[in-house]
């Protein structure tokens, strides 16, 4: 059966093919798909297969090894980013093996259309020592999902499968099955103290991991998806790697390359074809999507014989996406006559919905800011980040998850004063929590706006753990009751929230101010959900 | 034969209804396809674009290269000039002549529509106003894809059904409007395209 998916959604039907009994993920662009899509599925529904949204990565991750030590196949899915978050139970759960299946699936964005950086998750798995897989497009990225499942068991070990924004967010006709694989049945780990990470279990389960290395090599030796593509020309030999090999074969129109090629989606590196092509061809292109991983690895690191070429010796462009003219030039292929971009042209940057309660809350910042100059707004990660932008401006200072709270904490520390976190309801119980309770500890004059649009909104609206919920965690964690607020962000209630805001920045603690009001983009249905869940009241 | 189609407009235009369209008349005429999109961040009010590949032969990158694109489909003039370096020599401009206005520098929009009137092939229509007066203003976009229907690697009638498919659970009469969209469009393009 042929079937119109996303790379994602094609993955995530792989997953559901592949006996999956449980997907954990918190969302984030360019990886939010292949969760949605379980949540949607019917299969999935009349499978019972857990698709639930998680808090965090790392709790996402740690569910799923759980789900994993009693015998189940297990999905974690997140963006590039989100594997700092969970790189705890990442690094150690390498080390301990898995039982049911488990695949981790990272959705990396090159060239930062959605994200703050752009880290190439490959080298995630190297340093935990796993198997890698890299789809090069849709059919693959069904059918490596199906494979991961089963290499995982095979090896015992955790697989990542790394997709990229291109492929994550590009739909194709994707042959799938049209029957599931049978979900495992409980069945706890034979080896008692596999998942007992104290030093004496450990130094042996680190061990056989450095033990079975080469066995893991071998694999990606064997595996049909790494494949060398004979070429007649041996003046380059190319390595291709992920999506890097369509970019490649788009230059030559009818599908023959005159290189030879080394097409790779499974890593460890398999050392026979690299040394193979490095044997046979006068120099080696490497073309990989993200960071220049295995041009580092496989080139001479003094550069003295160096006879490898890429992004690390920027014969291909160093950051930002590749394409098929970025090749084409690596290539030297003869250069187009492109027209120009005109001048009238001007840029459009993503800006806040028409509507949104951020705005207002923006509002009421600037002016807060008029009467005292020395005001830092330390930001965070959701729609609000556009803050930082014109027209508003209103954020210092913005770096990942959670750090509002303890940026403008550690900045009051340091003296400055008014020190004000901005944070999303998501983001907040994602990792913002913490960080108020170690201001609370210290009664850190700081004052906490959560802007609560009720959603996880930048990503498409997803529920937010925080919904419903917001004072209660704030009550708990030890905010002061009279230090506790309420606002509704809305240009009629400008001056009344600016009082309220100003008050609470003269306070010599911590103070938390939920601005609430629901995402502009919620569909009808939710927000009339939302008006079922009880409105929280302070007293 | 592959044919490139760039779709170009601002986030929240329904670009993706267009793409939609097209693929769903792609995969029912068992051709090949790839179709990029944007989601996330650049979503919000920003410029977003989607590549559409159709072709009788399978297809590598999920990207058009530099020079072409066949035609760039777009709901707002400004945006359809930022793809140009995707265009190929002589390839078609379709555009809405609407104005999405919310940056303080937008150009002057006779310099637009001038630059966009320099191309041999351009379709330059009004399609909000041609959906508006048929009584759904929310059609602007299927308006542009009858108007570049005539010179799609897709046959009328699929399109057609893609519409009727897409479109069948908001209703009939929806259906209905759309498929008058779809015609009036095509109507007005053979104006331009002789």
Redesign the interface.
């Known amino acids: 059966m042929?079937k119109?998916l996303l790379g994602n959604e094609a993955l995530a039907q792989g997953a559901i093919d592949a006996g999956l009994s449980g997907v954990y993920a918190y969302p984030g662009?360019?990886s939010?798909?292949i969760t949605e899509y379980i949540q949607k599925s019917k299969i999935a529904k009349e499978l019972n297969i857990h698709s639930q949204w998680s808090v965090n990565e790392k709790t996402a991750m740690e569910s799923a090894l759980g789900m994993s030590y009693a015998g189940k196949r297990t999905m974690v899915v997140m963006k590039h980013v989100g594997l700092n978050v969970a790189a705890d139970v990442f690094m150690n759960m390498s080390v301990s093996g898995i039982n049911g299946g488990l695949v981790v699936v990272v959705a990396d964005d090159p060239s930062m259309?959605?994200s703050q950086n752009e880290q190439d998750s490959r080298y995630y798995g190297k340093f935990a020592m796993i198997p890698i897989l890299e789809p090069s497009n849709q059919q693959e990225a069904y059918d490596i999902t199906k494979y991961a499942f089963d290499l995982s068991e095979e090896t015992g070990l955790p697989v990542l499968l790394r997709m990229v924004t291109?492929?994550s967010?590009?739909?194709?006709?994707v042959e799938i099955s049209e029957t599931q694989k049978a979900q495992n049945e409980v069945k706890l780990p034979t080896n008692s103290t596999q998942f007992s990470l104290i030093p004496s279990y450990a130094r042996g389960l680190y061990k056989h991991l450095v033990a079975i290395q080469p066995e893991l090599e071998k694999n990606a030796e064997n595996s049909i998806y790494n494949t060398l593509i004979n070429g007649e020309n041996k003046s380059i030999g190319i390595i291709a790697s992920g999506?890097g090999?369509?970019?490649l074969?788009?230059?030559y129109e009818d599908?023959t390359c005159p290189y030879p090629i080394l097409k790779i989606s499974q890593y460890p590196l398999p050392k026979k074809q690299v040394k193979y092509l490095f044997d046979t061809c006068e120099k080696i292109l490497v073309l990989e999507e993200g960071y220049p991983f295995i041009e580092e690895m496989i080139s001479d690191f003094l550069g003295e014989k160096r006879k490898v070429i890429g992004r690390l010796s920027l014969d291909v462009n160093r950051v930002g996406e590749l394409?098929?003219?970025t090749i084409?030039k690596a290539l030297n292929l003869p250069i187009?006559?492109?027209?120009?971009?005109?001048k009238?042209?001007?840029?459009?940057?993503?800006?806040?919905?028409v509507g949104c309660g951020h705005r207002d809350l923006f509002d009421a910042i600037n002016q807060l800011k008029k009467e005292t100059q020395s005001q830092q707004v330390f930001g965070d990660i959701g729609?609000y980040?556009?803050g930082a932008l014109e027209p508003y401006k209103s954020i210092n200072a913005l770096i990942e998850m959670g750090a509002s709270i303890t940026m403008a904490k550690g900045a009051a520390d340091a003296g400055i004063h008014p020190a004000i976190a901005v944070i999303g309801d998501s983001t907040f119980t994602h990792s913002g929590m913490t960080g108020l309770l170690n201001a609370v500890i210290e009664k850190t004059p700081i004052t906490v706006i959560i802007s609560d649009n009720s959603a996880i909104a930048?990503?498409?609206a997803q529920d937010s753990s925080a919904t419903g919920r917001l004072i209660n965690i704030c009550k708990g964690i030890g905010v002061e009751k009279d230090h506790l607020k309420i606002i509704t962000p809305l240009h009629k209630n400008m001056d009344e929230n600016v009082d309220l805001i100003r008050k609470e920045l003269n306070y010599q603690g911590v103070s938390v101010i939920v601005s609430q009001r629901p995402c502009v983009q919620l569909s009808k249905e939710k927000k009339d959900r939302l008006k079922h869940i009880k409105t929280e009241v302070l007293n | 034969m592959k044919t490139n189609i760039l779709l170009a407009g601002?986030?929240g235009q329904g670009i993706l209804t267009i793409a939609a369209v097209l693929?769903?008349a792609a995969?029912a005429s068992n051709l090949?396809?790839?179709?990029?999109?944007?989601?996330?961040?650049?979503?919000?009010?920003?410029?977003v674009h989607s590549?559409v590949r159709i072709s009788d032969?399978?297809?590598?990158?999920?990207?058009i290269?530099?020079?072409k694109a066949d035609v760039i489909i777009s709901v707002e003039p400004?945006?359809l000039?930022?793809y140009?370096?995707y265009?190929k020599?002589d390839g078609y401009l379709i555009t809405d002549t609407n104005p999405f206005e919310?940056?303080a520098?937008?150009?002057?929009l006779e310099?637009?529509y001038n630059?966009i009137k320099s191309h041999p092939n351009h379709i330059l229509i009004d399609a909000k106003k041609i959906a508006k007066d048929l009584g759904n203003s929310r059609a602007t976009n299927i308006v542009l894809v009858g108007a570049a229907s005539s010179i799609l690697p897709l046959s009328e009638e699929s399109l057609l059904n893609a519409i009727k498919s897409l479109f069948k659970r908001k209703g009939e009469r929806i259906v209905e409007k759309n498929i008058e969209a779809f015609n009036k469009g095509k109507e007005i393009a053979t104006e331009f395209v002789s």
Do not use: W
């Open positions: 042929k119109l662009t360019p939010t798909e259309h959605s291109r492929l967010h590009s739909r194709a006709g999506i090999y369509n970019y074969m788009e230059n599908g394409n098929p003219d084409a187009k006559d492109i027209e120009s971009k005109p009238v042209v001007a840029n459009r940057p993503p800006e806040l919905c729609c980040a556009l930048m990503t498409g | 601002v986030g693929d769903t995969l090949y396809l790839k179709q990029s999109e944007i989601h996330g961040m650049s979503q919000r009010g920003g410029a590549h032969n399978s297809i590598y990158s999920d990207l290269p530099l020079g400004m945006e000039l930022r140009l370096p265009l020599k919310n940056i520098d937008y150009p002057e310099n637009v630059e």
